[in-house]
Nanobody, 124 residues
Framework: QVQLVESGGGLVQAGDSLRLSCAGS????????MGWFRQAPGKEREFVAT????????YYTDSVKGRFTISRDNAKNTVYLQMNSLKPEDTALYYC?????????????????WGQGTQVTVSS
């Protein structure tokens, strides 16, 4: 089991940027695809972005395409989510997770380890 710790959340205004980080433990981090999900109050957890184990394949949900970028640094056991042009509807608790599908996945059920989340709040 890997431990994942997110950081970088905060309170920003619409149009601002944030970069979330997710630090993973263990020597097998680079073998797994990673993903970011988010959950807003009263809503189900939803897929945001995923990146393959090598970092060369990425997928995004439509609502963040062109604004968010997922990346990873396997030497640092860290995955990032750069979020630009933030909107109030991006307000949520953001989670990183480890995928059992090496090319990445948008399916919640393909992820076996989750962090505690970092809060992102975007004011209008």
């Amino acid at each position: 089991q890997v431990q994942l710790v997110e950081s970088g959340g905060g309170l920003v205004q619409a149009g601002d940027s944030l970069r979330l980080s997710c630090a993973g433990s263990g020597r097998t981090f680079s073998r797994y695809a990673m993903g970011w999900f988010r959950q807003a109050p009263g809503k189900e957890r939803e897929f945001v972005a995923t990146i393959s184990w090598s970092g060369d394949i990425t997928y995004y949900t439509d609502s963040v395409k062109g604004r968010f970028t997922i990346s990873r640094d396997n030497a640092k056991n860290t995955v990032y989510l750069q979020m630009n042009s933030l909107k109030p509807e991006d307000t949520a608790l953001y989670y990183c997770a480890r995928s059992q599908v090496r090319l990445g996945s948008f399916d919640f059920n393909d992820y076996d380890s989750w962090g505690q989340g970092t809060q992102v709040t975007v004011s209008s």
